[in-house]
């Protein structure tokens, strides 16, 4: 059991307070409390955490998406539990489409790392919910027991998107930005992505991977300078995906979005990649998510290929860079960000696709 997430591991050490109710579980990580809690349904928002549940528990339903999950009446969920998640604006979010889905007095329960905030939860509790009461404490972590007061008639994740216009240069109109809570730098942009748009070049043609696209704004912003670029927006988030797809909407683009913890040995091949990539898992500084960004982009650029990305100064984003490709250009840099490119390094050049 030590290999799951401590909240994981502390609801399992507590498994008898579900009293074998049916749960929809929201945000879980580990697939292996299937074999232990009576799970219905799995609401996913992230991308690997889905696939690994689909192929784990097979027999659960599984929702992938921005919108409350809809179910059959027949394998209704009586009772949710959610692994908190670190952003509370996406906490509230949550509640709310549960409310929309749970009957009135059904139970919602909350875990979460003791350092995530859940500990404070109650001073921000919506009205519409019981105030969280503490169930069982361990493992750094916290379960809270809840209840409906007040039900949702309708979620719409159409009515939760928040915009933001940032002005580009040659362009008639601002870049219209759509988000949503728990989306990066949600509502706008942050100070690296921004930096990132200043250095970025104005290419004309070729296949584009905007990588962990959050709410789609380094490819939007390119794809608006030339509209023959092809851009594909991945991200493990089924959030981002949605505001990226709003974000296109909003602005008269399209382009392919992708769900995915990776890149994926079925994506072609690009001319450029573009990224502020993240480096948490979770609450946890991880850099084996940049080794293994920067060991699998390097095999989905053309050989003519660039990668272009922003990062924390501070981060060992030139060394990782280094390795992966042998050579690395800090193009610019602040007293916090830095712009880095490093060139696929041809060895012939190659016609765009």
């Not at 916290?142 to 719409?156: I, P």
Request: net charge negative; aromatic share 10%; charged share 15%.
């Amino acid at each position: 059991m030590k290999h799951l997430s401590t909240p994981s591991q502390l609801v399992l050490r507590h498994q008898q307070r579900f009293d074998n109710t049916p749960l929809l579980l929201v945000n879980a990580p580990d697939a292996e409390v299937a074999d232990t809690l009576n799970v219905v349904q799995c609401w996913h928002f992230h991308a690997g955490y889905a696939k690994r549940w689909q192929a784990y528990a097979p027999q659960v339903m599984h929702h992938f998406g921005a919108d409350a999950p809809v179910y059959d009446a027949a394998q209704a969920p009586q009772a949710a539990l959610v692994w908190l998640p670190k952003e509370k604006q996406l906490t509230w979010y949550l509640l709310d489409a549960l409310r929309s889905v749970l009957p009135l007095g059904s139970t919602i329960w909350l875990v979460g790392e003791n350092r995530g905030g859940i500990k404070s939860i109650n001073k921000q509790f919506p009205a519409s919910l019981a105030p969280a009461q503490k169930i069982a404490v361990g493992n750094h972590s916290l379960l809270l027991r809840s209840e409906v007061v007040e039900t949702l008639s309708l979620f719409d994740v159409q009515q939760r998107f928040e915009y933001e216009s940032l002005a580009q240069p040659g362009q008639p109109t601002p870049l219209k930005l759509a988000s949503l809570p728990g989306v990066f730098a949600f509502p706008g942009i942050d100070a690296g992505s921004a930096m990132l748009l200043e250095h970025l070049p104005s290419w004309q043609q070729g296949r584009v991977l905007d990588f962990a696209c959050g709410h789609g704004v380094l490819g939007a912003w390119l794809q608006r300078q030339a509209q023959q670029l092809r851009v594909t927006y991945l991200d493990v988030s089924a959030l981002a995906l949605a505001a990226t797809a709003e974000t296109l909407r909003q602005n008269g683009l399209t382009g392919e979005c992708v769900a995915s913890d990776g890149l994926a040995n079925s994506l072609p091949q690009f001319n450029y990649v573009v990224s502020h990539p993240p480096f948490h898992t979770g609450l946890a500084t991880d850099y084996e998510i940049g080794k293994q960004f920067l060991r699998q982009v390097r095999e989905h650029l053309l050989p003519s290929g660039e990668l272009w990305l922003v990062a924390n100064r501070f981060l060992p984003w030139p060394e990782l860079i280094e390795q992966a490709f042998g050579h690395c250009e800090r193009v610019a840099q602040d007293n916090k960000f830095a712009v880095y490119l490093a060139p696929a390094a041809p060895d012939n050049p190659e016609e765009f696709m």
